[in-house]
């Protein structure tokens, strides 16, 4: 019973949920132990379906019990599910869900002491004894709820009149019962009491209008028992010490008439339900399945304004970019009218607002252009700068980058760039930015000054790589760098002669010991990355140089500071050592 106290303290808190705690765990309790759809180990079933048989037996056996995600428990025990329980119990869906994710790993965990799963039977023992230490009256309900020997809505009436009956230490049928107890409401209780006993008589009848009868029983009755229980509640929490009980005992007895009412019409009514697990799927009005709409968000600079529009799942998430946003722009300058929020689009994308929120410093002094986000595909558009670009590869690598992306504006002496062919002496076509780093190399190894310099006179010329990006934070290239890394290896298969060193290089922003790490760090990933593609013997050095030779004052703006930050490659000979065709010039 502690335990389960517990849960309901734990959940109540970390969820804000009130006194609706208990309310939930007894829809858990109830969703788990409903003999139509197996019972305990049918429930469990539903993971196990879902692949995720380890996760739940985790929560059986001893030791720690895995979490499971909001779109895990939903996957589980279906999305209709959860909208149900959400309604009944009067809490926001989304809160629903978390809260049962939160709690199911528990109850299962406290069902399953000995490391077994236990028959309904001691299960339904169990719940009576938890429910037996919040208020004896409630085990009655819940009781009939557990066992599933009711599927009509008579056994409903049933089920009510008997907990009622023990509430009020009375018998008879569940409208004298709610009437007893209610007192001044007798008549909200009489109305419910009606139209559920109309419904009995002729739920497996062949009625004329079955939207007739479902409008009575789940609209109606619904509402007018909700009533006639709330009047219930205030009745038992004026005086005496009864209402300590039947705080407990009122919400499990309502979902527990409402649940029956439902299983009892609605299993021969209802359309055909969704598999479970498929929760990226809605249902449209001519019954085929429709992929869920994704979020989307995008950002728009424009003459020193920005401009957030598109469409996010909830008013938290909308809430937290505008917070971001604001405090890159400032809080006068960003426009979020045209941000919407919808429930029924998906999530943003797994890591999207770490991504945004990294990005933005970049944006400070972006004046034109938009940035957009729609499911897994991202594009911009209009004048998105070089260094913004890197931090887009950068941040969202697993990203599909709509073709507008690739129209970001970077320089080479001011001009937009685009990729030129290179062709090297052995015939090798390479695909380069013109002026860029394969051009200098492939022009300086065929030059005089390379084939009559020495090592110390090459010491001071280097070249820097122009397209080759590390993730955000990290050592690891981005796949974008790959086209400059295979230009390198041909460069350097073309000519067997030639010798590089890699350098890696930092900005003065942060700290000198992490910075000196970072770019050592960097420049081995590059001189792995090359003796991997088979021209190691070329690579025999790489050094990280850190912040050493950096010029821009660590205060400068990142665009500034991005001069310093860079990967590159200068040319090495043995003490002494000129090129074959110098020599044979010399002899």
């Known amino acids: 019973m502690a335990l389960f106290d517990s849960i309901i303290s734990g959940v109540s808190e970390k969820f804000d949920l009130g006194d609706k705690g208990g309310t939930l765990l007894s829809a858990l309790l109830a969703l788990m132990t409903n003999q139509e759809t197996g019972g305990f180990s049918g429930f469990l079933g539903r993971f196990k379906d ?23 428990i939903e996957t589980a025990i279906g999305s209709e599910t959860i909208d149900t329980i959400a309604e009944q119990v009067g809490m926001d869906r989304d809160k629903t869900t978390s809260a049962l994710a939160f709690m199911t790993p528990k109850v299962v965990d406290n069902l399953t002491p000995d490391g077994e799963v236990p028959d309904d039977e001691s299960i339904v023992s169990k719940i009576g004894g938890f429910l037996t230490g919040l208020g004896g009256a409630a085990v009655g309900a819940v009781g009939a709820v557990a066992s599933g020997a009711a599927d009509k809505a008579g056994d409903a009436v049933d089920a009510a009149k008997d907990a009622a009956g023990a509430a009020a230490d009375k018998a008879g049928d569940a409208v004298d019962a709610a009437k007893d107890v209610a007192g001044a409401a007798a008549d909200k209780v009489g109305d419910a009491a009606d139209a559920a006993g109309a419904a009995v008589g002729k739920g497996k009848e062949v009625v004329g209008d079955a939207a007739d009868a479902v409008g009575n029983v789940a609209g109606a009755a619904a509402d007018k028992v909700g009533d006639a229980f709330g009047s219930v509640s205030d009745t038992f929490n004026g005086d005496g010490d009864g209402g300590s009980i039947l705080k407990w005992l009122l919400p499990i007895l309502l979902l527990g008439v409402l649940l029956f009412l439902a299983y009892s019409f609605f299993s021969g009514n209802q359309p055909t339900k969704p598999a479970e697990g498929n929760t990226n799927t809605a249902e449209s009005k001519d019954g085929k399945d429709a992929e869920e709409k994704a979020s989307s968000v995008s950002l728009e600079a424009k003459d020193g304004k920005y401009f957030l529009t598109g469409t996010v799942k909830d008013e938290e998430t909308k809430n937290q970019i505008v917070k971001e946003a604001e405090g890159t722009f400032g809080e006068g300058n960003v426009d979020a009218s045209g941000l919407n929020v919808d429930a029924s689009v998906a999530a943003l994308k797994d890591g999207w607002f770490d991504g945004f929120k990294g990005l933005l410093p970049d944006l400070k002094d972006w004046k034109n252009g938009t940035i957009s986000w729609a499911g897994d595909k991202l594009s911009t558009a209009g004048e998105v700068p070089g260094a913004v670009a890197d931090k887009l590869k950068s941040l969202f690598g697993g990203w599909t980058m709509a073709e507008a992306a690739n129209e970001t504006k970077d320089s080479v002496d001011g001009e937009n760039r685009e990729l030129t062919e290179v062709t090297l002496s052995d015939g090798t076509k390479l695909q380069a930015y013109p002026g860029g780093i394969e051009d200098q190399l492939v022009k300086f190894v065929q030059s005089d000054e390379y084939k009559n310099a020495t090592n110390e006179e090459l010491k001071n010329k280097w070249f820097d790589f122009d397209d080759l990006n590390f993730k955000f934070g990290a050592t690891e ?15 350097l298969k073309a000519n067997p002669e030639v010798k590089i060193k890699i350098g890696g290089y930092t900005d003065k922003k942060g700290n000198d010991e992490a910075n000196k790490k970072l770019s050592q760090n960097r420049a081995d990933a590059v001189k792995a990355a090359l003796e991997k593609a088979g021209v190691g013997s070329q690579v025999p050095e790489a050094e990280g140089y850190g912040e050493e030779f950096a010029k821009v004052d660590e205060n400068a703006s990142d665009e500034e500071r991005k001069a310093d930050r860079k990967t590159s490659i200068r040319l090495i000979k043995s003490d002494g050592e000129k090129t074959a065709e110098t020599s044979e010039k010399k002899e």
């Open 50 to 72: 879902a692949g995720m048989g380890d996760m739940a037996s985790s929560w059986i056996a001893s030791g720690d019990n895995a979490e499971v995600s909001d779109e895990q």
């Open 477 to 491: 290239l981005a796949p974008e760098s790959k086209r400059q890394l295979d230009n390198i290896v041909a460069i």
